[in-house]
């Protein structure tokens, strides 16, 4: 079935740090990809997504490309803040699941903590 | 604003007690969820609805059920044969049921004493 690995964490980076956080995921089709963010005791945000193969997805410095020769959809920011400091899950939206759904399959998630 | 709200945000319950958690959307959304995220790990579907007076199971349904009388709400009650119940509840919605993005409530965290 579908399945999305994001690498384990906690990273902990220093402000203005590159970041990478890297997502691989398996499925059939042409799934959508997500990265949604938590922040502590809050719901999910939806930071970026990519519908199809190549597209990237940007959204406050974070950048995102959809690459299906190696399933991959890692995240990156040039230069983190210590504001950035959440837990960040990728997804992928499966196409088949018991007939026509949108059914989101996450990662584990990936805990970030930036230090000023 | 448009959005999603889940109430409350905190809640208790004794064992062998049913509880059930609120979820209300403005945002004219056809499709809505609710997952379970545990610590450490992802979230998992419970249950999903495409439409007012239709639901269905998701990956881990027992213990729980929805109603959808209304396309705005969609409560979750989370019953006494939830082996495990402790856990953060997200309910999301979204424009349609295949394909579109979903959005999340600011969740409810639901412990048994």
């Not at chain 1, 964490?9 to 959508?32: D, H, K, M, Q, R």
């Not at chain 1, 040039?78 to 997804?91: E, I, P, R, T, W």
């Amino acid at each position: 079935g579908d399945s999305v690995t994001q690498m384990e964490g906690p990273v902990t980076l220093s402000e203005e740090a590159f970041l990478t956080i890297n997502c691989t995921y398996t499925a059939t089709g042409y799934p959508s990809l997500f990265w949604y963010v938590q922040y502590p005791g809050e719901g999910l945000q939806l930071l970026l997504k990519a519908t199809k193969a190549d597209d990237k997805g940007s959204n406050k410095g974070f950048e995102a490309t959809y690459r299906k020769e190696t399933t991959s959809f890692h995240l990156e920011k040039g230069s983190v803040q210590v504001s950035d400091s959440a837990v960040y899950f990728c997804a992928l939206s499966g196409q088949n699941y018991g007939g026509a759904t949108n059914k989101l399959i996450f990662g584990t998630g990936t805990l970030l903590a930036v230090q000023p | 604003d448009g959005g999603i709200t889940q109430s409350p945000k905190y809640l208790f319950r004794k064992e062998g007690q049913n509880v059930t958690l609120s979820c209300e959307q403005n945002l004219n959304h056809d499709a809505m969820y609710w997952y379970r995220q545990d610590p450490g790990q992802g979230l998992r579907l419970i249950y999903y609805s495409q439409i007012v007076n239709d639901f269905q199971k998701g990956d881990i349904a027992e213990g729980y059920s929805v109603s959808r009388e209304k396309k705005e709400s969609f409560p979750l009650t989370v019953t006494s044969a939830q082996k495990n119940p402790t856990a953060f509840y997200l309910c999301a919605s979204s424009i349609r049921l295949a394909g579109d993005t979903q959005y999340f409530g600011p969740g409810t965290r639901l412990t048994v004493l």
